[in-house]
């Protein structure tokens, strides 16, 4: 994600270069644009705390590629810049409720958690509504928009798509716009909201455990008097808690989580003009990015139906979450199970993973294992030293047949080698003559 996010920061500062090539551009927002629908999809499905919002930071990363990709700067770097506090928001929110939670990830355990810790609580729902886009538009005579961080960073990035005249990249904007607030809310309304589901996880029943257990070092007589407790843990509490009561972090966890919120509020109202708006963003950008002021008069143009978009869309997916995890909360089971190979198709992440199993890592191994038994072993081992290796082997066995021990062996050897020398030095002799 660090690489990512220095990429589009890379490309916004290398933008008068892009800038000369329309192609370069074009792919740009199309893998932008793909980038960010992935992800979405991908997000809607996933129960894991952490992934539900590590894949909606690939998404947004992918709205900032396809924003630079139509030549909106200033939109992508303002983007870049409100995601930072949100996203860290929800990161960090999603550590405190892990925190809590005993270290459970897994959001089909969690449920009725506001009441407990109430400052994670509205510290994430700070992050949910700038992430979504929750905001007033400037349309039907109202004179200033106002929202949280993100409702101006995304909403700047579907109008700047538009007004380039990429209606196919804006459309995609508005589709994860919508998305992106379904599984936002799907992620509050599954930790916050209803009924608590805690005594099926088995990170809480380990916690629950070790607590009534007095520890690992006890005798047997207390590790059964622990299984006891355990037991008649489940029989009194019908409430779904399992005995389990989460704890809001400590204060030096939720500090973050105030100033981050603050950020999270204001941080698109109070900068926008400085990223997007045509006179002072040409003063405050000033050569760093080509900025383009044409395209930042024209996103104030475009149609009522574009202005109003993404605040629709994001109801819709709010609409949609409620529905689904709240109203009728064995909805979702349903639905996957009637369109199971579309669910897996998304758990799976697109399959990928299996993907590029199969291009590249079952190659790569194959390349490797060829390498390695017909060139290491067969080749370059064997006439290397392995070879020299059995060269020395041969000799010395040779060589030890030689040194029999016997003196009459040693004195034929002697009288060879005197025979010898005596031969060559008559030869040298008779020559000289």
């Not at 892009?18 to 980038?35: C, K, Q, R």
């Amino acid at each position: 994600a660090t690489m990512v996010t220095a990429g589009v920061f890379m490309v916004c500062r290398l933008s008068p270069m892009f800038e000369t090539s329309p192609f370069a551009l074009h792919v740009v927002m199309t893998i932008g644009a793909a980038t960010c629908l992935f992800a979405a999809t991908v997000g809607l499905v996933q129960t894991d705390i952490k992934r539900v919002i590590a894949y909606s930071t690939c998404s947004q990363l992918g709205y900032m590629f396809f924003a630079a990709g139509c030549g909106a700067y200033g939109a992508a770097m303002f983007h870049l810049f409100t995601h930072a506090f949100f996203k860290a928001l929800l990161f960090l929110g999603a550590g405190s409720v892990i925190h809590a939670m005993h270290h459970e990830q897994d959001m089909r355990y969690y449920g009725g958690l506001r009441k407990h810790i109430p400052l994670t609580f509205w510290g994430m729902m700070m992050g949910t509504l700038a992430i979504t886009g929750v905001g007033i538009p400037a349309v039907f005579g109202n004179p200033i928009a106002f929202g949280f961080a993100g409702f101006h960073s995304k909403d700047a990035i579907i109008e700047g798509a538009w007004a380039a005249g990429q209606h196919g990249a804006s459309i995609v904007g508005i589709i994860v716009a919508l998305l992106t607030s379904f599984y936002s809310w799907r992620l509050m309304f599954l930790t916050f909201w209803g009924k608590p589901r805690w005594e099926q996880s088995e990170h809480i029943q380990h916690a629950l455990h070790d607590a009534h257990g007095h520890g690992h070092d006890d005798h047997g007589h207390d590790h059964a008097h622990a299984h006891a407790d355990h037991g008649h843990g489940h029989a009194a509490h019908s409430d779904g808690t399992g005995g389990y009561h989460p704890h809001e972090s400590p204060f030096p966890m939720l500090i973050p989580l105030i100033l981050l919120s603050i950020g999270a509020v204001f941080a698109g109202f109070v900068f926008h003009g400085y990223f997007i708006e045509p006179s002072a963003g040409e003063a405050y950008w000033h050569g760093a990015i080509a900025f383009n002021e044409h395209l930042m008069h024209a996103m104030h143009e475009v149609p009522l139906g574009v202005k109003l978009s993404a605040s629709v869309a994001m109801l819709l997916g709010l609409l949609g979450a409620y529905i689904f995890y709240i109203r009728s909360p064995e909805a979702p089971a349903k639905l996957a199970a009637t369109y199971r190979p579309i669910y897996l198709f998304l758990l799976n992440k697109w399959y990928f993973d299996e993907l590029y199993n199969l291009l590249f890592v079952k190659p790569a191994f194959a390349l490797g294992r060829f390498f390695w038994h017909r060139g290491d072993e067969e080749t370059i081992n064997r006439l290397g030293p392995d070879g020299a290796a059995w060269v020395v082997e041969r000799s010395a066995r040779v060589a030890g047949r030689v040194q029999s021990g016997y003196v009459y062996t040693y004195a034929f050897v002697m009288l060879l080698g005197l025979t010898g020398a005596v031969t060559w030095a008559i030869n040298i002799w008779a020559t000289s003559k």
